[in-house]
């Protein structure tokens, strides 16, 4: 009981001082937000009307003062409205939200089952054919820049063959519902998504891989062979599950920042992410937009621990043991 | 077979008659697809987020009293007829049945609201120019007249032909302009649909006032990336790039079939800005040796390919209506003659080469550079290189856009000083199209609101003043040309150059283009029939 109050007072100290770095970050940078909140032609403003606007947005008071008041309208549940496109944040991080998941939770999807059982195959028949080119291609895809990757699936698969389209989450002003719709999406999140699980792949590839090799080595499975247990289960029953863990350690670890997006892979494609959207908001000095965009991702990043936490004695009985 | 199991004669009679019923009436025609660099938010005259190209899309949606023609004079739009009294008073008469997308009337009520509401409500690029405006009298549903605190022989360009008009009925009750989210108005084009950082969808206005609006539907798409943007021309997915072509990829993208690239002026300025406050800067000798230390032509060469405009001295581009045509070319010099200068002013050089004033101090400064334009950080580099061969020491220092902005410029408020030695920067284009002169010099904060320089000079300052007074246009110009002189002898920054206009547009889907000096091809006037 007391080991698992502990761990929630953990959780709020942390959630506390990310979002003080939060709340700090964006206002340390130099720059200002001004522009985007009367438009690029502030410098005609002069003086007294810049001041007035300051004043407007409350970015005359001091740090402090500013600190409470994001700390009270947080708790309030009051994200606020951005300072460049006047929308308030919850509305824009919803709008955003569901292609975010759509493109990383695809790929991660994709990449997890398919690193997964390529790495524990090919540990299982290492130094064959299999293990020498999908380590080699896992090694190269890793070496190779996420937008130049993008940049060349463009290039020939949609302006030299036309397959694909070239940017964006849907046509614009095309299709709205049906199978027309989800046809369209699909054909948007082709590229974008093969080029994220090309990426992602190749770590859970490795990292499998790895653990794979080492579980192999175990007693447990020269006993279970010499038992006369088949090969297929002794692969998927004893030795997969056992080099599961540190492969899930990673897949959690990508699930908490899954809601910040892909910002490269956005901006090569278009695609309409939270991504891009923080991007966007650091140029902008848009705090209010970053507040509510890091917030999302610390509350998170924070979640998918305690998710791991929880998952973690059921894969491995001897954590669960350790806590008790 | 696609038409097996018809009967062929009907489909026929069908295609023939609907052919010619779209030919009977000037119609509009078809989609245009167009792609912008941002999101432009909801396209109000207060949520609009940039001036190129939000401001022009907005305007399609909204109709000013005024429009430029090519030759950037006005036009009478929503205005009938102008009378003006000494340039003070002007008196206007609007058109007859112009009616909001809404269907309500368009009245002299709805003029004198625009102007109460934008100097109420502080925005950028209207505020300032409405409040120029002292007293609004409305005489009738159709005119009204707009008296000014003193005469401004401009006043119809910069600030009639730029002005937005609102609906009152929809914007009295807006307190908070910024969360404005309905873009409705009088012009040529309905804004229907905003997907945001997706698309807009704009329709044509079946009731415009005026000349058709040239195609059906406008689908306006955002794509941050200048990549993916010139991919998706080239694949036939977009009609139109908004964001100008650069100029290493121009012939490339003007080779391709169906593909054409559009090409003119652009005002923005690339400028060399001084700190003329700091030791050796502040004599005007040591910064017309440095202007006259870069090979103005080299930049354009090397860093635009030619397509550009060698700097006027005098800032003003040459094609503007304000611009002394004696200040618009830089004197080009050779190293040598450049160092003669300098002794001549009393320096010397030092053991290193570099020249030294009267006290010591070595001529070496800070050069900031953005670093996410790669034209500015080049042409840093290339002057660095110049100078050095002057006898002027440069280190380029390149920083985040907005870090070198507010080191030049701090809380975009000229009063609170300056932290800069020298800085690549620019001006955008309606600096240059509105002759802001007063602006960039005068030694008063807040008349001198672009003054990065710290320039102070009384001359200039009386000249400015008496420029935004005079009573007529040609005054006004040959105060402003005097102005000009005194920049190109003074040299407060150093103009290096206008980067020349490429927009690329597939010529299959939409030929109906005009270039605009100064603004490109993306205004009004490309979406109306001719």
Known sequence: ?324 | MPLSGRPLAPTVVAILAAWMLTAAAAQPAGTLRMAIPGDEGSLTPYTYVTGYPGYELMTLVYDQLFVLDAALAPRPWLAASLETEGAQAYRIRLREGVRWHDGQPFEADDVAFTFDYYRTHVTSRFTGPAARVSEIAVHGPLELTLSLDGPDPSFVETVLADLPILPEHVWRDVDEPRSAREAMGTGPYRLVQIEPERFYRFEANTDFWGATPALETLVVAVVRDETATFQALRAGEIDMAVRGVPPASAATLAALPGVEVARGSNFATTLLIMDVTRPGLRDPEVRGAIASAIDHERLVDVLLLGAGTVGAPGFLHPETPFANPETRLPASVEPHEVRERLEAAGYLPGPDGVYRDAAGTRLSYELLAPSNRPTRLRAAELIAQDLAAAGIEVRVRSMEFDALTERVWPGFDVSRGREYELALFGWSAPVAARADLMGLLHSDPSRGTLNLAGYADPEVDRLTEAASRAADRDERRALLQRVQAIVARDVPFVPLFYEGGAYAYRQDAYDGWSYLPGRGILHKASFLTR
């Not at chain 1, 009981?1 to 964006?26: C, D, E, H, I, T």
């Not at chain 1, 032609?41 to 402090?64: F, I």
């Not at chain 1, 994220?196 to 447990?220: C, H």
């Open chain 1, 1 to 324: 009981m007391r080991g698992a109050l502990g761990k929630v007072g953990q959780y709020l100290l942390v959630l506390w001082v990310a979002l003080s770095v939060n709340f700090l970050l964006p206002r340390v940078m130099p720059g200002s937000p001004l522009p985007y909140l009367v438009g690029e032609d502030v410098g005609s403003l002069g003086p007294e009307r810049l001041a007035e606007v300051r004043a407007r947005y409350g970015l005359d008071e001091s740090l402090g003062r500013q600190y409470l008041r994001y700390l009270s309208d947080l708790a309030r549940g009051e994200w606020g409205v951005s300072y460049q496109s006047g929308t308030p944040v919850t509305e824009a991080l919803l709008e955003r939200l569901p292609w975010t998941l759509l493109l990383v939770g695809t790929s991660l999807l994709a990449a997890t089952l398919f690193g997964v059982v390529v790495g524990a195959l090919a540990a299982w028949r290492r130094g064959g054919r299999l293990d020498g080119v999908t380590l080699t291609s896992a090694i190269v895809v890793d070496a190779l820049p996420t937008f130049w990757l993008g940049m060349l699936l463009i290039a020939v698969f949609a302006v030299q063959l036309g397959w694909f389209p070239t940017f964006g989450a849907t046509t614009p002003a095309g299709p709205t519902g049906g199978l027309a719709y989800l046809s369209d999406v699909a054909r948007h999140l082709a590229l974008p998504a093969l080029t994220l699980t090309a990426t992602t792949l190749s770590g859970t590839f490795l990292v499998m891989r790895y653990a794979m090799l080492d579980v192999l080595g175990e007693d447990y499975v020269r006993s279970a062979r010499a038992k006369g247990v088949p090969e297929r289960r002794v692969l998927f029953g004893h030795a997969v599950r056992n080099a599961l863990l540190p492969v899930s350690t990673m897949v959690f670890l990508h699930l908490g920042v899954l809601v910040g997006g892909a910002t490269v892979v956005e901006t090569v494609f278009a695609y309409p992410g939270v991504g891009t959207l923080l991007y966007h908001a650091v140029l902008a000095r848009d705090y209010p937009m970053l507040q509510g965009a890091f917030f999302l991702l610390t509350v998170s990043v924070v979640a998918a621990n305690v998710l791991a936490d929880a998952v973690y004695p059921l894969l491995d009985p001897r954590v669960g043991r350790r806590a008790a």
